[in-house]
């Protein structure tokens, strides 16, 4: 296991952030990508790269680490100079921890240079390896942007724009794409929409990013999200948007506002914050209980806490407090203080659990190990009755498109029923939020949204 | 200045964080160390170190960096086979950043090893220093640990009980100190308990730590305080305690209770947290205001917040959203981008924010140049009133102590007046906490409190 | 310019070395190799690289830096249990210090995973590279192995054997070569047998390396050169050679005999140590002189002094002696300590020199700018006359092959006549070796020479 | 063991190098510190460090590796500024491989700032370390230079001068000494001259180092030897010169001549060069042999077989090839590889070796575990007879002066005679160089000679 994970929460995994900057205001681009990667920081800890275009040629350094660990003084100066720039932050997938897989992907091909950043995840990439191998492609890489270069490089004859369009008509799966020549900046969002990609202003300058939080790190303006099959292209002419032929229904990620997004981000137009206190709210409503305080296990299932208290009218308080510093490197702990693993990174605070009967809220269950370690910390710090409300329905199927999901096996919401998680975990009580009322939270998104993970049914065939 | 410091919080320092393990059970001290400061960490960031004991010598490493960067596997296995672990974790002061004033200090003399952790600040430090060298003595640091380590090799000969005893009748300050020789280990707080110290067990082992955090972290029982000049000696035979003369009146620190310690932790009888959001319902009686909305500057004022909410009836809301990645070593801003340094670790979110009137509480205000960009953060994002709330009165003076204030020129409150400092930060109102709503938080604390940086009036002289 | 370069000598640079084993008596495949590297490690200082295969897969590891920087126990661990493995020292080139230059480069195409390992330069890899872009291929480094690799992947259909035919005879330039699959190792050498390259013997297990020196330095037996234009193929099966088709004369790089090679190599027959004593007999006799001491410059013309001494029956001595930690990564000296730097790298040993009237033997003189200070060097410390020889012809031409010649302008020889040089570098007399003398002391070799960068006429045409 | 020595020459080895700098030009000191240390990296690899004085105060840096390692240009930086410099390196000491003994030492006291740099042994440490604990002082290190510190601050009322001469009437053992105050420079070498120190001049600065090579290095003019006893100390004011009483006869290490200085080193009026080399012609005439190739083992021996081969009139040649980038840090090899360990190193030439009679020069045995192999490997290579001559006496007798010996029983010419030993190593003959005719290489030495490794009678008492 990853020991940066061990102490990590029991969560579904992101892929990827992606952040782009078309500079024209003689903005150091480096820098501005920089701050843009560390607000996306939460969609991947495992490597970070950042390429720059001059107009010339493509220059990017990239490393494992979190943003500020790849990234020093020096190596930001070794990326003055560019006009364009591209990032990536990689989350950590067990197995494919080499160097290799950091993003962006850098390509010298027929036309001159190529740079790719990707968030998503390609269920068709061995079919397309497969074919390519076929026609005599090698790969460096086991990362999808390698297939996506070199589909584009053998369809360039066209020109770029005909060769992305060629080439998005046959992937097959999630992708919100980033792609910068010597002097364009081309970003591409799947047809589905399943994974956010929105466009903002700068100064005269442009920017995409995974998230609208990046943009206000840099103290970017928010233009709109781009739209599921949209291809935007930005060069020195000014933007240009292509609309590819998009499904019926398309498949935002609902897990972008159940978890994954920073809460002060908006997505499709749906503010990440708001989703999540509006599901706290409609818990309430779905699975009332009689207690004397509503916690949330920090950070995620604070704001659905809120919202449960609001929507109960049971006080909210702090009952677990965070060691901040969690999530850095670190020692593997030894067998006897394993067991103490989820006590290094939460507490409970007994002064205000103590004698109380509590609703915990969480924004979900993965494996079950991390909510029974918690209600017997409640248990121990003096709760009378722990009563779990999570702020999704139960997760019971794979992801396909790009969340690392476990196995079923460790997926406790695919082996059991509500009753029997509540028992495993040794709750008083367990109610997870409803598939309608996850909808409602919500209503009004410019996108549709893939339940995949709840339902097993998923805008695009998943078994290629 | 201080790269990792660029983006903290606009927040006065605290010195250090110190623990100690006694083993009886056979346990790895060093690992237990780890995780103790690992808890500990808020307290220092500067540097880390462990130093054990196996009854012959002691061993220890120390380095620049947080606990897990400082330690790994192959570093924690030098240390193995010890009974006695001390760690310490150090603040970054301006000015000495060398590795050599990273602690535990371990000295060889006349008896044999002698390590030291020492959380605090003589205010005496330069006087003993001189007398030291006037006799001859020699100092590789500028650490008050080295001066203590001294003194007691000077006043060794009726044995070290006695040896401490003597050095303590000289001390001037506050210390909490940790000793450790190659088979006892000892826990000394001054007279004044101006530094917080307390004491634990894990199964049959005896741990000492800063603060109650630290023992929940290894899973250790809380036994008591240490109490103001009293010393404690863990040896094979057991634990034997000295109550040295204290003085009329002591004086904790009561800064502990409004941001260094973890709101997770007990001290001298108080809840942290408990004090905290005491702190936020006292407020909303003595400044009250007409507001939609109450929100927290996280972390620290968050629990505050929710105090104020209670006590005032107006919502809690979480209206801004910090990156959970601050903190790491970071790159220095460019000009621009340092106008965005605060936009980089926190976010308002708009989607609460906007037309709203909102109570912003933060729990002080030091230079004041942070809540002065909040504000401008909450305006932009759709503010219509933005009434700030601080949780412990205007800090004045400065602090002999330990404390890491700013030159009073930068102190904000030992210039101005609350309502030119409202007018500066650009709020429509300012309320701080009277010095009686402060002490209300703290109420039958075993400890009286030093409020030495509001009042000016100090426990001990500080000039010396 | 690259900092570790600062001080090394004025030289012309190598390209690379190459090292490959196929197990076949449980030997811990990276540890040899490993080893193997290090005694090649004269052949390349700026990256190190080890793949290999077990049956199945193939692992690799490369970064920049000597050998034992590259790889300490935890990288080594981490290549354990494969059965063949290839590694790679690589010189550095200014301009391409990136890692991804660094090899083996290691590829998935359609029949699995080929790693390769290069040591030459291809004259038309500009030429073929834009012809396989017309093709789709996309570039990730600008290494001819990477193109190598995609020529292979195109003509796989008839298998491994056929590709490598046919890619053969596409490649215009040098090229020892490593190639392996998951269970194959296979060795090519190129037709003209620029770069050399060895066959042996360890146990039942086979290896290659660059030099004999290598198999001396893991106790491995020489069995013999591979041949210009052969193909080895070597797998559970055995042994296999291909001899493809060769030009009627061969062209060994004659530099490996004067100052590439290691002295205790032998390449085509022919001692390298041999040949540099020879060069200094016959140029005691080409360019006699009458004198009282001959010295060599360290370490590379110390062997053509000795012989230089023989011929001459003037007495040998060291007149100069070397900083043994010369070559590490080294500031940058200011400008003042630069005109120091030969100092800082070799010192004149007075008590020898002075009074005395100099030999002084080079193997080659390049820029010309060393030399001159080793000049001065040699007077202030007393010599009366300083005869520079040198023990190989002036250096007029660039080379195409792999050499890392300086431009023209900067080459010495290219741009002064014999008598110039000699007054630029304050020399009292010089003398070259002639190209006839240097073909004599090459004498047998199996291989004919190329002279290209004496001659200007090269095996192949170079410009392509 | 340390991994770097796994396959260092079985040598005896030095304690340490020092340099300093009274800068009256505007010089960077730090830099020129940093080449004069560099110039002195064979005396010591395992740390080294730079203290730097600025007429207020003193900075240093210092760290485990070799000076280009511990060095960059951000640390030389940090010590700019200053007015006078002292460096150190330090030799590899078993068992004490903590960063706290690395040098200079630097402290703070009475009067000031006061850096140490030492090269040396005091053999009375324990007695004064014991004395000054009783006294009541407190140690953080177990080097010298500690205990020196400490001795001068107890007795500077009378002033530095003075404080230095009783510190010295108080010290037994070797010691060349650099100590450093804010604004003055002291070079001190112990009465019996058992370690070497020099004086020069660079423009109308001063510069100190243990060898000469250093001023070369640095472009420094040599003036003069310090003499046994002699203080220097140069300020502002100049140079001024006290001696201190004298034993009546001194005893400069004479294992200085034979391996630790280097070559190109002058040290009390002997040139090292001249003293190996006479050693190899003496060694001559005191072991004649027939024989065909003298070849030397390098790099310390082959110095004394060009003496050797001047001296019998059996041609010189080189047959053994070293590695010229062994000693860098290193894996451990495996126990398979460690056979091989000395061919990683060395390897023979067979071109020259095969067939002849050698006599082979080394300028010690130590423990003859190198000897050993290297008879064998030049066995291999095909040499009909080795006969071994060494270029100094049997080491029979551990030092107490500095130098690190192994113990008796791992000393083979401390349990065999010379026979033994040479049937040990497996050679046709073994001789070795005569203490007369040692004493013969380094006649007209302006300081006596110890000679304890071969004798057993030192200059001092050993015992203390």
Request: glycine residues 10%.
């Amino acid at each position: 296991m990853h020991p940066r994970d061990v102490l990590l929460q029991d969560k579904l995994g992101e892929e990827c952030g992606i952040f782009g900057i078309f500079d024209r205001d003689g903005l150091a681009v480096q820098e501005i990508t920089y701050y843009g990667l560390y607000a996306l920081q939460h969609r991947g800890q495992e490597s970070a790269g950042i390429a720059v275009a001059d107009g010339q040629t493509i220059r990017h350094h990239k490393a494992r680490g979190l943003v500020p660990e790849v990234f020093d003084e020096e190596t930001l100066d070794a990326l003055q100079g560019g006009k364009i720039a591209i990032g990536h932050v990689r989350y950590p997938t067990y197995g494919d921890t080499g160097l290799y897989n950091a993003q962006p992907l850098v390509i010298k091909y027929k036309k001159g240079f190529l740079a790719l950043a990707h968030n998503g995840n390609l269920v068709n990439a061995e079919v397309l390896r497969n074919e390519l191998e076929e026609a005599g492609a090698v790969f460096q890489t086991s990362v999808d942007s390698e297939v996506i270069a070199n589909l584009i490089a053998r369809q360039i004859d066209e020109g770029l724009e005909k060769a992305i369009q060629k080439t998005m008509s046959k992937l097959k799966g999630s992708y919100a794409l980033l792609l910068m020549t010597e002097d364009k900046l081309i970003a591409v969002r799947d047809p589905y929409g399943m994974r956010p990609l929105a466009l903002g202003r700068l100064g005269h300058s442009y920017v995409v990013a995974s998230e609208s939080c990046a943009f206000d790190a840099v103290d970017a303006e928010f233009i709109r999200d781009i739209k599921p099959g949209e291809v935007i292209i930005i060069s020195q002419d000014g933007l240009k948007s292509i609309q590819m032929p998009v499904p019926l229904k398309s498949g935002l990620c609902v897990f972008e506002f159940i978890y994954f997004a920073r809460a002060d981000s908006t997505i499709d137009g749906i503010s990440v914050y708001g989703a999540r206190k509006e599901a706290g709210k409609i818990l309430a409503v779905e699975h009332p209980v009689d207690a004397d305080l509503v916690i949330g296990v920090p950070d995620s299932g604070t704001t659905a806490a809120l919202g449960y208290a609001e929507g109960s009218g049971i006080p909210f308080g702090e009952g677990l407090i965070k060691n901040r510093y969690v999530g850095r490197t670190f020692i593997r702990p030894s067998q006897v203080m394993r067991e103490q693993g989820v006590r290094i990174k939460l507490n409970a605070l007994r002064k205000i659990i103590k004698g109380k009967r509590i609703v915990m809220i969480d924004d979900s269950i993965v494996r079950g190990t991390t909510s029974k370690k918690i209600v017997e910390m409640l248990r121990l710090a003096g709760a009378r009755e722990v009563h779990i409300r999570i702020s999704s329905p139960p997760v019971r199927f794979p992801c396909y498109f790009g969340i690392d999901t476990p196995t079923k096996e460790h997926l406790i919401g695919a082996k059991y029923g509500v009753e029997e998680i509540c028992r495993i975990i040794g709750a008083d009580s367990l109610g997870y939020l409803s598939i309608d009322g996850l909808l409602k939270t919500v209503e009004g998104s410019s996108c549709d949204l893939c339940l995949g993970c709840f339902t097993g049914e998923y805008p695009i065939e998943a078994e290629c």
